[in-house]
Nanobody, 120 residues
């Protein structure tokens, strides 16, 4: 199957920056899309940003202009550059990939999540 390994979370002061990464490995024919979600305490999981295999990107309104999603196809890696962080960005951030594991089988895989805490 496919495994997703995330890194880059941590504690940062308001206005600071973090860069998250997520690398996929395993039985991969192609990766159709790579997404970042987040879940704050007591809240539902929400989509943060998405990037397709063609490079088309979307960002949720609360992070638009502050976060940037990008990818490195050669490394099967997606990044989330987070700038001008706010306390309300505090959450567990999850990587999700939509993966074609064979020519006829497409599945969704999730990372374990990485904690991002924005606090002074």
């Amino acid at each position: 199957q496919v495994q997703l390994v995330e890194s880059g979370g941590g504690l940062v002061q308001p206005g600071g920056s973090l860069r998250l990464s997520c690398t996929a490995s395993g039985s991969i024919f192609s990766i159709n899309a790579m997404r970042w979600y987040r879940q704050a305490p007591g809240k539902e999981r929400e989509l943060v940003a998405s990037i397709t295999s063609a490079g088309t990107t979307t960002c949720a309104d609360p992070v638009k202009g502050r976060f940037t999603i990008s990818r490195d196809n050669a490394k099967n890696t997606v990044y989330l550059q987070m700038d001008s962080l706010k306390p309300e960005d505090t959450a567990v951030y999850y990587c999700m990939n939509i993966v074609t594991v064979t020519r006829v089988d497409t599945r969704i895989f999730w990372g374990r999540g990485t904690q991002v805490t924005v606090s002074s």
